[in-house]
């Protein structure tokens, strides 16, 4: 999938020591703490579809998303990490935006979660720009990473026609 300035494609075995290595740097480990197997991030299930995300030819992270299928509750949520050494250049707009339309232009979603950590201030103002609105706090949403705390997280979640 083309974004404007990102290529997302299915993650391959030769993206993993990058994706990896990217996903334990503090800035990102804060937030999604390491890798839970070894075959991370080839280890999804038919449940999770996650995509590297390429910028400029090289490896700059990870975007996944989820679906719920019972019909009364369709939706899909999103995730994604970048490495820092992308951070505040839009490059996760464009990937989450990009995701999006795919789930609702080829998937048919009519609703899109995301549910980042709440003092994650700047993942909060990224999904904001692509659309995503804030539904509410979710308390001790969360693990710390360190796993000796818990942490609250953001609810948001964009309509179709919001897609921006």
Do not use: C, K
């Not at 995509?51 to 939706?75: C, K």
């Not at 999103?78 to 609702?104: E, Y």
């Not at 609703?111 to 001790?140: E, H, K, Q, T, W």
Request: proline content about 6%.
């Amino acid at each position: 999938m083309h974004g404007e300035r990102v290529l997302l494609r299915p993650v391959q075995d030769a993206d993993r020591a990058v994706l990896v290595a990217i996903r334990s740097r503090p800035e990102v480990a804060r937030w999604w703490g390491p890798p839970e197997t070894d075959e991370w991030p080839l280890d999804g299930d038919e449940d999770e579809h996650r995509f590297t995300v390429v910028a400029d030819g090289r490896v700059v992270g990870l975007v996944q998303y989820g679906e719920e299928p019972d019909p009364m509750y369709r939706h899909a949520g999103i995730d994604v990490f970048l490495s820092p050494d992308v951070h505040g250049r839009g490059l996760g707009r464009d990937a989450v935006r990009t995701l999006a339309r795919h789930l609702i232009d080829d998937l048919g979603h009519h609703r899109l979660v995301i549910d980042p950590a709440a003092d994650n201030i700047a993942a909060v103002r990224a999904y904001a720009a692509v659309g995503f609105r804030s539904v509410g706090r979710m308390r001790r949403y969360e693990r710390d990473p360190d796993g000796h705390g818990w942490r609250d997280g953001l609810l948001m979640d964009m309509l179709a026609d919001e897609l921006q």
